[in-house]
T-cell receptor, first 114, second 112 residues
Framework: NAGVMQNPRHLVRRRGQEARLRCSPM?????VYWYRQLPEEGLKFMVY????????ESGMPKERFSAEFPKEGPSILRIQQVVRGDSAAYFC????????????FGPGTRLTVL | TQLLEQSPQFLSIQEGENLTVYCNSS?????LQWYRQEPGEGPVLLVT?????EVKKLKRLTFQFGDARKDSSLHITAAQPGDTGLYLC????????????FGSGTRLQVQP
């Protein structure tokens, strides 16, 4: 049973470019969460999605960041016009329907903005 | 202000020693999780506790949830070098939101 998959594992972008991070939840899981871990800081919640719906985006920066979880395919976290401060590890987690207490994390995407 | 405070932040011990890591908050949590994270990897779920006073054991690891559901502890007996890593507590504040709030972590190093 494959775990949460994220790609790419490492992403390098220059300032002003776009970053697209992908997350495939565990088989049977219908809830996806995105978290960000800045250097030397803890994980911070960004957004929670179900298929085709954003449920809670209270942790998302107001500008340049967006997320989607289409009916088919992986969840995408999109960062437009990246800045150096966006450099961080971005983690996706998933949970099964009805059990929100247990979130299983992927290996993360490490974004470096030059 | 950190909603979940973990202590200590760093811990370096010898193989075979016992240790306890604490996770404290002024807020009530509907559930609390402990994760372990290794460099370059995502957090791995160790345990979930949901009932005040609950104690769970996982081999040499003992997890306790406070009676008031505001704090938790992780006790490791006879630590081994393989226990080295970053231990994170996380919880859902009792508001019905699904987001996890994470502590800043305890970095444990077990010397052989």
């Amino acid at each position: 049973n494959a775990g949460v998959m994220q790609n790419p594992r490492h992403l390098v972008r220059r300032r002003g470019q776009e970053a697209r991070l992908r997350c495939s939840p565990m088989k049977g899981h219908s809830h996806v969460y995105w978290y960000r871990q800045l250097p030397e800081e803890g994980l911070k919640f960004m957004v929670y999605l179900q298929k085709e719906n954003i449920i809670d985006e209270s942790g998302m920066p107001k500008e340049r960041f967006s997320a989607e979880f289409p009916k088919e395919g992986p969840s995408i976290l999109r960062i437009q016009q990246v800045v150096r401060g966006d450099s961080a590890a971005y983690f996706c987690a998933s949970s099964p329907l009805g059990n929100y207490n247990e979130q299983f994390f992927g290996p993360g995407t490490r974004l470096t903005v030059l | 202000t950190q909603l979940l405070e973990q202590s200590p932040q760093f811990l370096s011990i010898q193989e075979g020693e016992n240790l306890t890591v604490y996770c404290n908050s002024s807020s009530v949590f509907s559930s609390l999780q402990w994760y372990r994270q290794e460099p370059g990897e995502g957090p791995v779920l160790l345990v979930t506790v949901v009932t005040g006073g609950e104690v769970k054991k996982l081999k040499r690891l003992t997890f306790q949830f406070g009676d008031a559901r505001k704090d938790s502890s992780l006790h490791i007996t006879a630590a081994q070098p393989g226990d080295t890593g970053l231990y994170l507590c996380a919880g859902r504040v009792d508001t019905g939101r699904r987001a996890l709030t994470f502590g800043s972590g305890t970095r444990l190093q077990v010397q052989p």
